[in-house]
């Protein structure tokens, strides 16, 4: 059947924030982020659109901001997307000295620097785990994926 989804991809959509090093101005912010969009839509079986509103709780700057810094990227996630989405993550944040990517779904998220190592089997299993935590069951306040507390 064409439309059954593989076992172990999820279908999702992840908020990735691009935080620059240094204050810039929104313009610059944008086209930042819109780099970093054009590098993603490389990876197959991936949609990657600026985020249409503000990002919700604490430590959030202002709702324009965010929203240029942006970007929800949905589609198909396996762990050879996880892969491909740190490489570009990490050689993102090299090249244009942002000082990282934020990857987020719900309230858990991953942060993804230019020293970040690409080899690190550890970060692709956390956002492995980070793309299937909205299939997963609610968990207890205070609880992490993977039983975790935090």
Known sequence: MSGRVPEGVATVELTMVVEPEHPMTA??????TQ???EDLRAVPRLRVNPASGPAPGPGTKSPEAWELG???VGGL????TMRAIVQIAIAYTERTRARSI???SGATEVVITGSTRI???RLVAELTRLAQAPQQAAL????R??????
Do not use: I, W
Request: no cysteine; hydrophobic share 35%.
């Open 102 to 104: 934020t990857v987020r």
């Open 27 to 32: 313009e610059r912010l944008d086209t930042l």
């Open 145 to 150: 994926p993977g039983g975790d507390r935090g």
């Open 35 to 37: 780099g970093f969009a």
């Open 77 to 80: 996630f396996s762990a050879t």
């Open 70 to 72: 942006m970007l929800v």
């Open 119 to 121: 080899d690190d089997p």
């Open 140 to 143: 207890a306040p205070g609880e």
